[in-house]
C-alpha cells in the first residue's frame, strides 16, 4: 500500500536483476555465457535419481520435520568423517535438522536466535561485507538492525568482529559468518574460529556459521566451527556447541541446487527451540528427498571428484588470467574475486565485449563509512565444464585487455 513502511523496503533488489538492468540494451559480444550465478552445472550421482524414484511413493505421505532416521545418521557419519569428529559427539536426534535448502533456514533461524530487546535495546544482527544477501532480509525480519562488517584483503577477507564496540556487541542476538567465504573464498582457520565462538560466549549471541562450501577447496580441506568447539574448554551446560550452529548444502558439495537439501547442527537447547518454530513455519524436506540426501551425505567419492573439477578449472584460472586483475587461488568455494578497479564498468565491458555475464562485486555489499568494499570486484563463477570456463575466462581477459 502506497505510503506504507514496509519492513523490507530498505533491501536493495537482489543481484541478479541489478546486473540485467545494468546491461539491458547493451548487446552480448558473443555467444552469451553467465558466469554470474553460483549455480554447479557439474553432473550429480546418478544414484540420487535412482533414490529419488525408489521412494517416490513416498510424496504422498506428509514428512516430519525432523526428517528420518536415516537422514540424520547419515548426516552425523559425514560430519564425523569430514571433520574427524568423535563419534556420538553430534546427537541426531536433537542437534540435527534437515533443511529445504540452506536458503530458507538462514533465513528463518535469525527470527527464532532474536530476543525483541538485548540489554535493553533494539537487537543487531552482524555479518561480514560483502554477504549472502539472504541474511540481510533475515535481520530486517526478525526486528533487529543489521551490521555489515567489511571484508577487505588487508585483513585477508575476515571481518574483524573482536574489534566491534562493546555496546554493539552486547545486543548482538546473531553472527552469520561465512567460511569458506563466498564471493573471495576466505577460509577461516582454527584460531579465527575458537576466537569467534568465544566472542559469541562472552556476548551470549548465536554463530550461524554457513559452510555450504566446505566440500570445495583448494588445498586443505577448512574446518567447521564444531571442530573448533571442541578444541575449546567446554561451556558450563556441558553442550561443546553451545552458542554455535552450522549450515551444510548438498547444492554445492554434490552438484544438486535444485534438490533443495541441505541441515543444519549444532547448539542443543537451540536446536530443540529450533525444531519447535520449524514444526508450526517450516518447510518440511520431502520424504524421498532426504532419502536421496541420505545417500549423498554417505558418500564421499563423488564430492571428491566434484571437488578435483573445480581444483583443474581454478588451474585454468591461473594460466589464463596469471597475476592480472588481481587473481588469486581461492582456498575455497568456486568463485573468483578479481579486483579490476570498477567492478560494474568491468561487468559491463566484459558482456559488451566478449558476452560473458559476471557480477559487480558492489551489488553484494552495502555502502559502509569506508566505502562499498566490493565496488572494485567482479564475482566470477566457475560452474560450467572445463573448456566453457576457459573460453569464458579467455573472452574475460581480452575484454578487459
Ligand atoms: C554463501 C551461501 N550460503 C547459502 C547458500 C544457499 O544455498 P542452498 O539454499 O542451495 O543450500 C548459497 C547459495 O548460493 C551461498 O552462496
Known amino acids: 500500500m502506497a505510503g506504507a513502511d514496509y519492513r523490507f523496503s530498505a533491501l536493495p533488489e537482489s543481484p541478479f536483476p541489478r546486473l540485467n538492468a545494468l546491461l539491458e540494451g547493451t548487446p552480448p559480444g558473443g555467444e552469451p555465457l553467465m558466469m554470474s550465478l553460483g549455480e554447479p552445472q557439474h553432473p550429480f550421482p546418478d544414484f540420487v535419481t535412482k533414490e529419488l524414484m525408489a521412494h517416490a511413493k513416498d510424496f504422498g505421505r506428509y514428512p516430519p520435520i525432523i526428517g528420518t532416521a536415516g537422514f540424520r545418521d547419515a548426516v552425523a557419519g559425514w560430519l564425523m568423517r569430514r571433520f574427524d569428529l568423535p563419534l556420538g559427539v553430534v546427537d541426531p536426534d536433537t542437534q540435527i535438522l534437515p533443511v529445504n535448502g540452506t536458503r530458507e533456514a538462514l533465513f528463518s533461524i535469525a527470527l527464532v536466535a532474536t530476543p525483541k530487546e538485548k540489554n535493553g535495546k533494539q537487537p543487531a544482527v552482524l555479518m561480514p561485507n560483502p554477504f549472502y544477501q539472504c541474511y540481510a532480509a533475515a535481520a530486517l525480519a526478525a526486528g533487529a538492525e543489521p551490521h555489515y562488517i567489511s571484508a577487505r584483503p588487508e585483513n585477508a577477507f575476515l571481518p574483524d568482529f573482536e574489534g ?115 514444526n508450526i513455519g517450516g518447510p518440511q524436506t520431502p520424504l524421498p528427498v532426504l532419502a536421496a540426501s541420505a545417500a ?77 568494499p566490493g565496488a572494485a570486484y567482479i564475482r566470477v563463477a566457475l560452474v560450467h565444464d572445463e573448456a566453457a570456463t576457459e573460453e569464458g575466462l579467455t573472452r574475460l581477459a581480452d575484454a578487459l585487455g
Open 296 to 372: 549423498a551425505w554417505n558418500d564421499d567419492e563423488h564430492a571428491a571428484e566434484n571437488r578435483a573439477l573445480y581444483q583443474r578449472k581454478i588451474d585454468i584460472a591461473q594460466r589464463v588470467l596469471g597475476n592480472r586483475f588481481g587473481f588469486y587461488r581461492p582456498a575455497g568455494g568456486f568463485f573468483l574475486w578479481l579486483d579490476v578497479g570498477d567492478g560494474e564498468k568491468a561487468a559491463k565491458e566484459i558482456w559488451a565485449k566478449g558476452g560473458v555475464k559476471v557480477l559487480p562485486g558492489k551489488y553484494l555489499a552495502r555502502d559502509g563509512k569506508d566505502g562499498n
Open 164 to 278: 566491534l564496540p562493546g555496546d554493539l556487541l552486547a545486543r548482538t542476538s546473531v553472527v552469520y559468518f561465512c567460511s569458506p567465504a563466498n564471493p573471495q573464498g576466505a577460509v577461516a582457520d582454527m584460531d579465527y574460529l575458537k576466537r569467534l565462538i568465544a566472542l559469541a560466549r562472552e556476548h551470549g549471541f548465536l554463530l550461524v556459521m554457513d559452510e555450504c562450501y566446505a566440500d570445495i577447496y583448494d588445498r586443505e580441506a577448512p574446518p567447521s566451527a564444531l571442530q573448533a568447539c571442541l578444541d575449546m574448554p567446554p561451556p558450563k551446560s556441558g553442550d561443546p556447541f553451545e552458542n554455535v550452529v552450522v549450515f551444510h548444502s548438498l547444492s554445492k558439495r554434490s552438484s544438486l541446487p535444485g534438490l533443495r537439501s541441505g541441515f543444519c547442527a549444532g547448539d542443543k537447547a537451540f536446536m530443540i527451540r529450533y525444531r519447535g518454530f520449524r
